[in-house]
């Protein structure tokens, strides 16, 4: 069985919110995502759902990426993917939320920022069904496309891979990164460990 899962494909990770995480193209990944969910039985949604009082939040870009001393929450981030904003919706061309088969919301508590969405902790003890779920349902392959590759995309494959134990593919044509040396060394670390990462949906072929 094989699941599609739709990774943060929100506007706040496109140019359509330059104030927020603004992905480069972002906002044109529907119509691949939407042709993977096809090759599917099952597609899941992940969104972050952050609070504006979170405590990475910081005023401005520039301020970005330092670190934190908190477990779950590593580094400050611009304000992003807060509830009821444009920023939390989910970018063109993709079905309503509920036309999904399962959807997760991460990152809720304020002092907990967790880049892949089967765990709401970064620590990895405290999971949010996501991997439960998949396994309920007989799931063995996932695709995985979504906003950013060099981020939550990476992440969630990588806990599909080693804590899940799914046969990960990563379709790059479904997804985007936010900055390119990031990306081409989370694309490394996902093929190191045995995630197939293809440029092309035709490359599927589990
Ligand atoms: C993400 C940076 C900060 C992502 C989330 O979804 O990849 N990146 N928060």
Known sequence: ??????????????PICPGELPVSGGDKIGPA???????????????????????WVVDSHDKMLAPLGYPNTDLTWVSHAVPGTEGFETVPDLPAVTDYDHVIWKGVEPDLHPYGACFHDIQ???????????????????LVG???????????ALQLKQQGGFDVWVNLEA????????????????QDAGIHVIEKLEQFNA
């Open 1 to 14: 069985m094989i699941a599609s899962i739709d990774v943060d494909p929100q506007k706040t990770f496109t």
């Open 33 to 55: 995502l939407n042709a993977q969910a096809d090759l599917a039985s099952f597609r899941v949604l992940t969104k972050d759902a952050h609070p504006a009082n979170a405590v």
């Open 124 to 142: 990895e003890k405290l999971s949010t069904g996501l991997i439960e779920w998949l396994k309920a349902k007989g799931v063995k392959t996932v």
């Open 146 to 156: 979504g906003l950013a590759t060099d981020y939550c995309v990476k992440t969630t």
């Open 175 to 190: 997804s985007r990164g936010i900055a390119e040396d990031t990306t081409l060394s989370a694309c490394a670390e996902m």
